[in-house]
């Protein structure tokens, strides 16, 4: 079964850092393209990063270019989502996602939540 | 780039078909069969439950369909059932500058 289950959420001040991790298990995770979305309390969801297989391509959205760094550790099924300069208006809960196709995510985490509040 | 525009809700009885809208631009939906939809329930994490404008994961009921014209996706769930009642979401892939936007979510009950 496909697992991937988020932490490292919590309450930061704005312009803190914050690492949030994401295990995976149940699929050859080196295989598969992964990502993060992240949905403000209340609202809708919105696509933060995506990192290929190998390392070799990453994508930010626009939002947080700059600010936040994806990797990933093949040898330890993990992904990492490292957030520095926040902002309160980057609270929200954070998900991982599983990409099987372009835009296709099959399986996501429960997710972090990310308070940024002074 | 703004993200895709849908309904905020849509209703229907049980056993109609509702049909939901997400409108993007030439650039994301017009341009790419690369359009998603996910089902959200309250507290969960969401569900893919169409890829590829018209693509149907296993598993997935064959009530939830996709279809595509112009600028405009669309998901219709025929025969509606109570346990349709959710947030559903629509995502385009836009282009290798922007490459992923969600729409703001529609909001289905079932009267």
């Known amino acids: 079964e496909v697992q991937l289950v988020e932490s490292g959420g919590g309450l930061v001040q704005p312009g803190g850092s914050l690492r949030l991790s994401c295990a995976a298990s149940g699929f050859n995770f080196s295989r598969y393209e992964m990502n993060w979305v992240r949905q403000a309390p209340g609202k809708g969801l919105e696509w933060v990063s995506y990192?290929?297989?190998?390392?070799?391509?990453?994508y930010y959205a626009d939002s947080v270019k700059g600010r936040f760094s994806i990797s990933r550790d093949n040898a330890k099924n993990s992904l990492f989502l490292h957030m520095s300069s926040l902002r309160v208006d980057d609270t929200a809960v954070y998900h991982c996602?599983?990409?099987?196709?372009?835009?296709?995510?099959?399986?996501w985490g429960q997710g972090t939540l990310v308070t940024v509040s002074s | 780039q703004s993200a895709l525009t849908q309904p905020a809700s849509v209703s229907g009885s049980p056993g109609q078909s509702i049909t939901i809208s997400c409108t993007g631009t030439?650039?994301?939906?017009?341009?790419?069969?690369?359009v998603s939809w996910y089902q959200q329930h309250p507290g969960k994490a969401p569900k893919l439950i169409i890829y590829?404008?018209?693509e149907r994961p296993s598993g997935v009921s064959n009530r939830f369909s996709g279809s595509k014209s112009g600028n405009t996706a669309s998901l219709t769930i025929s025969g509606l059932q109570a346990e349709d009642e959710a947030d559903y979401y629509c995502c385009s892939y836009a282009g290798s500058n922007t490459n992923v936007l969600f729409g703001g979510g529609t909001k289905v009950t079932v009267l």
């Open positions: 990192i290929s297989g190998s390392n070799g391509t990453i």
């Open positions: 996602a599983r990409e099987v196709g372009v835009a296709a995510f099959d399986s």
């Open positions: 590829g404008v018209i």
């Open positions: 030439s650039s994301d939906v017009g341009t790419y069969n690369l």
